[in-house]
C-alpha cells in the first residue's frame, strides 16, 4: 500500500500535458485496452513526444526532424527497444500498454480526458477541448484541478487510509510552519524542499496536518543547531529513517532504501513544479523555500477558511471524473464584493510597496511610474477588471525592478554558465531546459545595456520566476530601447524541425511586433538564437533579409548560442576596463552583422560565417 502521494513524474514539464493530451485525441472513441495504451505511447515516440534510449544514432538524429515517423520507420525504430519487466515476462507490447497507463495518468486525473479501461472508451472532456483549442488558461486549468485532486478517489486504488486534498493540506501546512516560526522569533520562509519531500510527501490525512507542522518545525530548528557537515549527515539520516518507515522496508535492504530515498526527492521536486503551476506558491531564498504567494494572500486565507483538505466522498468514478473536470467547481470562496474588495486593495499594496521600492533603490532610473490611486468600485466585474490591471503592473515592477539589478553585471558569469550548458548538451535532459533557456537569455539581456523594457512572454509567479515558456503566437522576449526595438527568439532544436518551427514564425512575429511598435521611424530587428543555426532556417531568413517579408526587409541576426554567450564576455571584459556597454554599442553591432548579408552576395553561409569576426571587429572598436 503507497506511502506517499505523488504527482506523476512521467511529465516533469507540465506544459507537455497539452501536447500528450493531443495525441491522446487521436484515440477518442476507442476502448482504452492494453491495444490502445500500447499504441498511445507508441504515437507518442512517432510523434517525437517520447525518445527511447538504446536507439541507434541514425534515429537519434531522425528525432530533430519536424516530421512524424512513418509507419515503416516507427517498427524499425521499436526493433530497437527493449523494456525488461519481468512481471510481464518482458513482453514488449505489455510493456507498451504499461507505459501508455503511466503517461496518460495525470491527464486522466485533471478531468481532461477519461482513458481508463474500465470506463469503456476514451474521451476527451469538455475541459480538455477547451484546453486544446486555447479557451482556456493553462493555469487555471492547475489551479482548478488541484483544488479538487483529492485521495482516495474511485479512479484510483490501494488508498486505503488516505484522506486528504493535497494541495490545500500543504498550504494549510506552510500557513502554520509560517505562523509557528514567526511566534519563535523568525522571519516566516514557508518551508524548504527538503522539508517538503520528507514531511508534505508523506502527509496522507488532512488530520495530521497539526502533527506534521510540529515534525518541521523540530526538524529545522535541529538542522540549524548543528554545522554544515553534521546538518547534512542529520537530512541524510532522516530521509533514511522515513523511507524505511513509510515504505515498510529493513535497515538491510539498502538497494531499496537508495531508491525510495530517491523517490521522495523525486515526489516533492515534482509536486512543488506542479503546485506552483497555480501561481498560489511561489520560491523564495533563491528557490530553496516554497512559499504561500503574497499577491493571492485574500484568496489563500478564504480557501485555508472554506477547505480544511479533507477528502468528499462521490458514488462512482463517472461522479468524479465530471466533477474534476468542471471548470467552475468548487465555487471560490472569495467571489463576492467584500472580498474582491480585500484582493484588490492587497494587490494595491503590493504594488505601491514595489512601487516605492524601486524609486528609493534607483531614484531617477525607475522605468515606469503608476498612478496608484485607490479606486471606489460598485459591483464584481469592475473589481475584476482592476485585480487584473493590478497584476500586471506588479509583473511589469517585478520586471523593471530586475532590469535594475541586471545592469550591475554581478550576475553574467552565471548566465555565461548556464547558456553554455544549454548550448553544449546534445540532447534535453530536463523539461525545463527551454524554459531555462528563455529565463537566462532574458536575464542577460537585462544585464547588457540601459534597455527601457526587456519583456518575457514566459508566465511568471510572484517570484518573478517563469512556470510556462512563451505561447506560441508570441515572441519569445519583447525589448525597447530609446533607439530601436527588439524581439528575441530562442531554441534549442538543431535539427530541420529547428527550421519547421522558427522559420516562417519568427518572420510573421517580427512583422506584428513592427506593426505593433508606436515610434514606426526607429529599427526593429530579431535577434534568433539556437545550439546552431540549420541551413533551413537560414535560407529562410535569408529570403527575408534580401528579398522581404510581405513587402518588407527584416532585420534577422541569427546566432548560436556560443556567439551569444562571447558578446556576454566581452562585455564583461569591456566593463572590467571601465567601458559600460549601452544600447547604441548594442544596436551598432546588430546592424554590422545585418550589414553583412551585402558583402556575402547570394551566399548565406558568407553571411553566417562573418558573424565570429564582426564581435570581433565590434569589442576591439570599443576598447580602443
Not at 476502448?31 to 538504446?54: A, D, H, M, S, V
Not at 518541521?216 to 543547531?225: D, H, M, N, V
Request: aromatic residues 10%; hydrophobic residues 35%; contains cysteine.
Amino acid at each position: 500500500m503507497p506511502g506517499t502521494w505523488s504527482i506523476s513524474t512521467t511529465l516533469r514539464n507540465p506544459e507537455r500535458i497539452v501536447d500528450f493530451l493531443r495525441v491522446l485525441s487521436r484515440f477518442e472513441g476507442k476502448p482504452f485496452n492494453e491495444k490502445t495504451q500500447g499504441l498511445f505511447f507508441k504515437e507518442l515516440i512517432r510523434t517525437k513526444l517520447y525518445t527511447p534510449t538504446g536507439i541507434s544514432d541514425y534515429y537519434k538524429q531522425k528525432f530533430e526532424d519536424p516530421e512524424e515517423f512513418t509507419d515503416s520507420e516507427l517498427s524499425d525504430l521499436l526493433s530497437q527497444v527493449f523494456y525488461e519487466n519481468k512481471s510481464f515476462n518482458n513482453d514488449q507490447e505489455l510493456a507498451y500498454a504499461m507505459r501508455g497507463r503511466t503517461a496518460v495518468s495525470n491527464i486522466t486525473k485533471m478531468g481532461l480526458a477519461i482513458a481508463k479501461e474500465s470506463m469503456g472508451a476514451v474521451k476527451i472532456t469538455d475541459l480538455g477541448k477547451m484546453l486544446l483549442k486555447d479557451e482556456v488558461d493553462l493555469v487555471n486549468v492547475f489551479f482548478r484541478y488541484f483544488l479538487k485532486w483529492q485521495i482516495p478517489n474511485p479512479t484510483d486504488k490501494g488508498y486505503k487510509d488516505f484522506d486528504i486534498v493535497p494541495f490545500i493540506a500543504v498550504m494549510h501546512v506552510i500557513s502554520k510552519v509560517n505562523k509557528e516560526w514567526k511566534n519563535l522569533g523568525h522571519k516566516p520562509v514557508g518551508v524548504s524542499k527538503e522539508e517538503f519531500s520528507l514531511f508534505l510527501t508523506t502527509l496522507i490525512d488532512y488530520k495530521d496536518i497539526k502533527e506534521q507542522v510540529s515534525k518541521i518545525i523540530e526538524f529545522r530548528k535541529e538542522k540549524r543547531s548543528l554545522d554544515k557537515n553534521a546538518a547534512q549527515r542529520y537530512v541524510d539520516r532522516r530521509f533514511i529513517e522515513t523511507a524505511i518507515e513509510v515504505f515498510k522496508l529493513n535497515l538491510s535492504e539498502k538497494k531499496k532504501i537508495e531508491t525510495k530515498v530517491n523517490n521522495l526527492y523525486d515526489y516533492g521536486d515534482s509536486a512543488i513544479r506542479y503546485f506552483r503551476q497555480t501561481k498560489l506558491l511561489y520560491y523564495r531564498g533563491n528557490g530553496r523555500y516554497v512559499d504561500l504567494a503574497p499577491t493571492r494572500r485574500v484568496e489563500i486565507k478564504r480557501l485555508l477558511e472554506n477547505f480544511d483538505g479533507r477528502a468528499l466522498s462521490f458514488k462512482n468514478a463517472e461522479d468524479y471524473l465530471r466533477y474534476m473536470s468542471d471548470i467552475n467547481k468548487p465555487a471560490l470562496p472569495w467571489e463576492n464584493m467584500d472580498d474582491l474588495k480585500s484582493v484588490y486593495e492587497n494587490l494595491l499594496e503590493q504594488a505601491r510597496f514595489l512601487q516605492t521600492d524601486i524609486n528609493n533603490q534607483y531614484r531617477d532610473q525607475a522605468l515606469h511610474q503608476f498612478t496608484l490611486s485607490k479606486v471606489d468600485l460598485t459591483n464584481i466585474n469592475d473589481y475584476n477588471k482592476e485585480i487584473a490591471k493590478l497584476r500586471e503592473v506588479i509583473k511589469t515592477l517585478n520586471n523593471d525592478l530586475a532590469i535594475l539589478k541586471e545592469r550591475s553585471l554581478e550576475n553574467i558569469d552565471l548566465y555565461i554558465k548556464k547558456l553554455t550548458e544549454l548550448a553544449t548538451r546534445k540532447r534535453s535532459i530536463s523539461g525545463q531546459d527551454p524554459l531555462n533557456l528563455e529565463y537566462y537569455t532574458t536575464l542577460s539581456l537585462m544585464a547588457l545595456d540601459d534597455a527601457r523594457e526587456i519583456t518575457p512572454n514566459y508566465s511568471v509567479g510572484d517570484d518573478n520566476l517563469p512556470l510556462f515558456t512563451a505561447a506560441g503566437n508570441n515572441p519569445d522576449i519583447e525589448c525597447k530601447y530609446s533607439s530601436f526595438s527588439m524581439i528575441c527568439e530562442v531554441t534549442l532544436l538543431r535539427g530541420r524541425d529547428q527550421w519547421f518551427n522558427e522559420g516562417q514564425p519568427i518572420m510573421r512575429h517580427l512583422r506584428e511586433f513592427e506593426e505593433r511598435d508606436s515610434n514606426k521611424s526607429l529599427d526593429n530587428f530579431c535577434l534568433f538564437i539556437a545550439p546552431n543555426i540549420h541551413r533551413d532556417t537560414l535560407n529562410t531568413f535569408w529570403m527575408s533579409v534580401k528579398l522581404g517579408y510581405e513587402g518588407k526587409v527584416q532585420k534577422i541576426i541569427p546566432l548560436t548560442i556560443i556567439q551569444y554567450v562571447n558578446v556576454l564576455k566581452k562585455v564583461k571584459k569591456l566593463n572590467e576596463k571601465g567601458v559600460r556597454v549601452n544600447h547604441k554599442d548594442i544596436q551598432n553591432l546588430l546592424s554590422n552583422i545585418f550589414d553583412k548579408n551585402i558583402e556575402a552576395g547570394n551566399d548565406s553561409t558568407a553571411w553566417l560565417a562573418s558573424v565570429d569576426e564582426v564581435i570581433e571587429q565590434w569589442s576591439n572598436s570599443l576598447s580602443a
